[in-house]
């Protein structure tokens, strides 16, 4: 069974663009979470969706946003790009929903992420 | 709010040697999870090991085991017979029983170097 596949694996974008990160989950996992990843602030929450809702939200900025379509699938959008934006961005996903004893529980199967460098 | 706290940025091990990882973590919830995840350089973070809070007994996964003290708050990885693909970085994980449930609180992990 393939893995949590992000795409692309490096970004490069200028101060001010816009860019979107893609997630696929593990085939049958319907909830998808979202994390970014530096050196100063260490691996923060950005935000979960399961069945296409969003689900929580961490302590980002509304430049932060994303999605997740009917296949699971998910996207993370960050717009007006500052150079603080530049981190490794992590996709993880689970099989289980909310409200369930074994969600919390189930571990989350990560991908190897999508490094997005803000010149 | 919850914190996890790594106190050793770095550890190194003799290949075929114990060595042992803290993790404390701050939280007033008495039901949650913890975790133990392994990133090397390939950047995927992989599952190590888990602790239900409601079970006493230490989880173990071969040559990986935890010392779990709840009353302490203190959530130590022990690696056996430390190998060369053990060296990654470690991250001590923390989620509640309540709330998002695919909402993790990390540390800011353990660099473990293994010497042949």
């Known amino acids: 069974k393939a893995g949590v596949t992000q795409t692309p694996r490096y970004l490069i974008k200028t101060r001010g663009q816009q860019v979107t990160l893609s997630c696929s989950p593990i085939?049958?996992?319907?909830?998808v979470s979202w994390y970014q990843q530096t050196p100063g602030q260490g691996l923060q929450f950005l935000f979960e969706?399961?069945?296409?809702?969003?689900?929580n939200k961490g302590n980002f900025p509304g430049r932060f946003s994303g999605r997740q379509f009917s296949n699971s699938r998910s996207e993370m959008n960050v717009s007006t790009l500052e150079l603080g934006d530049s981190a490794l961005y992590l996709c993880?996903?689970?099989?289980?929903?909310?409200?369930?004893?074994?969600?919390?529980?189930?571990?989350?199967?990560f991908g190897n992420g999508t490094r997005l460098t803000v010149t | 709010a919850q914190t996890v706290t790594q106190s050793q940025p770095e550890m190194s091990v003799q290949e075929a040697e114990t060595v042992t990882l803290s993790c404390t973590y701050d939280?007033?919830?008495?039901?949650?999870?913890l975790f133990w995840y392994k990133q090397p350089p390939s950047r995927q973070m992989i599952l190590v090991i888990r602790?239900?809070?409601?079970?006493?007994q230490n989880a173990t996964e071969n040559r990986f085991s935890v010392n779990f003290q709840k009353a302490a708050k203190s959530f130590s990885l022990k690696i056996s017979d430390s190998q060369l693909g053990d060296a990654a970085m470690y991250f001590c994980?923390?989620?509640?029983?309540?709330?998002?449930?695919?909402?993790?609180?990390f540390g800011a992990g353990t660099r473990l170097a293994v010497h042949p």
């Open positions: 993880a996903s689970s099989p289980e929903g909310p409200g369930t004893f074994s969600s919390y529980n189930s571990p989350l199967h």
């Open positions: 085939s049958g996992h319907r909830s």
């Open positions: 969706y399961f069945s296409e809702t969003q689900r």
């Open positions: 939280t007033s919830e008495s039901d949650y999870y």
């Open positions: 602790q239900e809070a409601y079970k006493q």
């Open positions: 994980a923390y989620r509640s029983a309540t709330g998002g449930y695919n909402k993790l609180i």
